[in-house]
């Protein structure tokens, strides 16, 4: 599967961006995904992820209850809308897939559990 990020951009303080992933070459509903960003200086860190059918969703606590995590299986495409957005959210955002991880156990929010990856999408929030 190959997946592009869209939707990035620059955003004040407080203000939403909304990030797509689409996925090509396979179906989308045979991958559970994931958003990982990467800040200048700093390691990539989990933020979201989702399982195949949408029925579970997880959530790194720094964006929980500001960030939601979706899915349309129809549009090969996954979803992160991003409120109340803070200037320490800026970094490279990557959507990622797994047919494998144990969804749900810890493997769910590492980086090596991902075995396909998009190219990013750069997130700057401005004070």
């Known amino acids: 599967v190959q997946l592009q990020a869209y939707g990035g951009g620059l955003v004040q303080t407080g203000g939403s961006l909304r990030l797509s992933c689409v996925a090509s070459?396979?179906?989308?509903?045979?991958?559970?995904m994931a958003w990982f960003r990467q800040a200048t200086g700093s390691d990539r860190e989990f933020v979201a992820a989702?399982?195949?059918?949408?029925?579970?969703?997880y959530y790194a606590d720094t964006v929980k209850g500001r960030f939601t995590i979706s899915r349309d299986n129809a549009k090969n495409t996954v979803y992160l809308q991003m409120n109340s957005l803070k200037p320490e959210n800026t970094a490279v955002y990557s959507c990622?897939?797994?047919?494998?991880?144990?969804?749900?156990?810890?493997?769910?929010?590492?980086?090596?559990?991902?075995?396909?990856w998009g190219q990013g999408t750069l997130v700057t929030v401005s004070s």
């Open positions: 070459g396979s179906p989308l509903s045979n991958y559970h």
């Open positions: 989702i399982s195949r059918s949408a029925s579970a969703t």
């Open positions: 990622a897939a797994s047919q494998q991880v144990n969804f749900g156990g810890s493997s769910t929010f590492k980086i090596s559990s991902y075995k396909y």
